[in-house]
């Protein structure tokens, strides 16, 4: 049984994200990607960065089966086998004695901070403070508002969408995500503009 599953805007937006990782991740080391989703993301970023490891991980149990078979159907070498993470739990798998791939020098999400409750967003700045190295970076993809304003009208259609589906869902505020980073040791380097309204956020672990 092929359990993969598809997500387009996963692949609208891999390639403009991939010309960002090429310029901001670390040269070494393992990146740890929250909320893997299908798995498109780290079968395309893993074979074109060959010096690091690609952990990915997903919360959800039919996620961590759609990367596995995405492993299976387009392997490479750096592609750690994917594990299940909560990024609201107090303690992530990584942080157990056994992991082999340390050290982590980036932590990488995408679209989950806004469809999810803020408490994802603080799990995932607390679980960065604990296993990100020191020089390490964070980056977190998806659609912020900017001093409170939303950035484009469909972003702001978005969020009333988003708030109908689950009152504790929204686009976040840009300095509410940065003040939770610096809570937890991580100073915001950029934020990229990114197509259709989007952003990548970078942030240092000093
Ligand atoms: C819109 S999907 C994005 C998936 C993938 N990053 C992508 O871009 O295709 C949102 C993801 O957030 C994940 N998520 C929600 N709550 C979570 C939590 N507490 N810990 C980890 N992931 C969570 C969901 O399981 C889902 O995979």
């Not at 901001?24 to 299908?38: D, K, N, Q, R």
């Not at 001093?147 to 686009?171: C, M, P, S």
Request: with cysteine.
């Amino acid at each position: 049984m092929d359990r993969r599953q598809y997500s387009a805007s996963a692949m609208r937006n891999r390639d403009p994200i991939l010309d960002v990782l090429k310029t901001h991740l670390p040269t070494s080391g393992t990146v740890l990607e929250i909320a893997s989703g299908s798995g498109e993301h780290a079968v395309h970023f893993a074979p074109q960065f060959p010096n690091l490891n690609w952990q990915a991980t997903n919360y959800e149990d039919t996620q961590l089966d759609s990367v596995i078979d995405w492993i299976a159907h387009l392997p490479s070498g750096n592609l750690l086998p994917p594990l299940k993470l909560d990024a609201t739990a107090s303690v992530w798998p990584i942080e157990s004695a056994g992991y082999p791939a340390r050290p982590v020098t980036a932590v990488f999400n995408v679209n989950t901070i806004h469809i999810s409750p803020w408490r994802v967003c603080e799990g995932l700045m607390a679980g960065t403070g604990r296993t990100l190295e020191k020089g390490g970076r964070l980056f977190i993809y998806g659609p912020f508002k900017v001093e409170g304003q939303h950035t484009a009208a469909t972003n702001k259609d978005f969020d009333v969408w988003l708030r109908a589906e689950n009152a504790d869902y929204g686009i976040r505020d840009q300095g509410a995500v940065v003040a939770e980073a610096k809570k937890n040791g991580l100073t915001h380097l950029i934020a990229i503009p990114m197509p259709a309204n989007n952003f990548i956020q970078i942030f240092d672990h000093i």
